[in-house]
């Protein structure tokens, strides 16, 4: 079930307690940077063998998501076979795993709110 679906399924329930949404969760991204491992390493000055190769790490894919109040949260996703490696497949899983982490994070914020006052 979709972070969507399930917002559909408390609003038609009537759920009006103080809760995070999906909304609030997007609202709080500042900004979204996804490349994968060979493009990281790539902006930094290493050895070549990493350039020459387009081996393990062309298949993860990393994404950075900045919160509002400048914290960073990762997601990733690896492909196991190259033959079944898309970009924009990947950017997508990562930024799902990364916005996942944010849910707790956020939740823990508003649970501190609720309970001092």
């Known amino acids: 079930m979709t972070d969507q679906a399930i917002e559909q399924e408390i609003q038609a329930k ?11 969760i997007e609202a709080n991204i500042v900004s979204e940077h996804c490349f994968t491992a060979a493009e990281g390493v790539a ?4 050895a070549p063998i990493y ?7 062309h298949l ?6 900045v919160l509002r109040n400048g914290f960073t949260v990762t997601g990733e996703s690896a492909c196991a076979s190259p033959e079944n490696f898309d ?5 997508k899983i990562a930024r799902q795993n990364a916005v996942q982490k944010i849910w707790p994070l956020m939740g ?9 006052g």
């Open 60 to 65: 993860l894919t990393f994404c950075v998501l």
């Open 43 to 46: 902006g930094r000055e290493v």
């Open 87 to 91: 970009a924009e497949i990947g950017r």
């Open 51 to 57: 350039f020459d190769q387009p081996g393990p790490l």
């Open 14 to 24: 009537g759920k009006t307690a103080a809760r995070i949404t999906p909304a609030d």
């Open 108 to 116: 823990y914020e508003l649970r501190s709110k609720l309970a001092a």
